[in-house]
């Protein structure tokens, strides 16, 4: 079971928008309704920002956009703010019962 | 509001058992179609699964470290507890429990505790 892989950082000017990869296999990411994805800033845990491929818990803002092709899932960040600086980790559950991980991304607001 | 705290010792020698408890508020095993996942984190890496329990006592392992790992559940404490043994120094890590809202039936965190940072030293 290898770890998604997420490209290592990915950066954009205020007001700007990003996209963040997320590529996997069809027995994960291309195969799976559970793909999510994580912020984590220093020093705290991770927080949900999308689940179900593209669907935002209520209290995220909607800048936050998820999506997916073939095997690849996509996190898109529109209006980019300097608070959404830090990690980001896609999930996703596999065929195989097992929760897998991306590499995950380190976003910069330049 | 669902709350989890990690608990245990924070420092354990290599080859010693490594016990972690998450105790948690704001839902219940009882209620069915959750779980409670663990996952850690090696200083300045990344996020690793390592098992998750489910409300009807499901568990699933991360295959590389099925061999060294149990989850266990206590319903009427509001605990799950992980333990890992045979601890080396590359185990160690912030150890996290997060809940898993499988009413979909599908797996994603939505709630997370601070983290547990476990040194392994000897």
């Known amino acids: 079971q290898s770890a998604l892989t997420q490209p290592a950082s990915v950066s954009g000017s205020l007001g700007q928008s990003i996209t963040i990869s997320c590529t996997g296999t069809s027995s994960d990411v291309g195969g799976s309704m559970s793909v999510s994805w994580y912020q984590q800033q220093p020093g705290k845990p991770p927080k949900l920002m999308i689940y179900?491929?593209?669907h935002r818990p209520s209290e995220i803002s909607n800048r936050f956009s998820g999506s997916r092709s073939g095997n690849t899932a996509s996190l898109t960040i529109s209006g980019l703010q300097t608070e959404d600086e830090g990690d980001y980790y896609c999930s996703s559950y596999a065929s195989s019962d097992t929760l897998i991980f991306g590499t995950g991304t380190n976003v910069i607001v330049l | 509001q669902i709350t989890l705290k990690e608990s245990g010792l924070t420092l354990v020698k290599p080859t010693q058992t490594l016990t972690l408890t998450c105790t948690f508020s704001g839902f219940s095993f009882n209620s069915g179609a959750m779980g409670v996942g663990w996952i850690r984190q090696p200083p300045g890496k990344a996020l690793e699964w390592l098992a998750l329990i489910y409300w009807n006592d499901v568990k699933r392992y991360s295959p590389s470290l099925r061999s060294r790992l149990t989850i266990t559940k206590d319903t009427s404490k509001n605990q799950v507890v992980l333990t890992l043994t045979n601890m080396d120094p590359v185990d160690t890590a912030t150890y996290y429990c997060a809940h898993t809202d499988y009413g979909s039936r599908t797996v994603y965190l939505d709630y997370w505790g601070q983290g547990a940072l476990v040194a392994v030293s000897s």
């Open positions: 179900d491929v593209s």
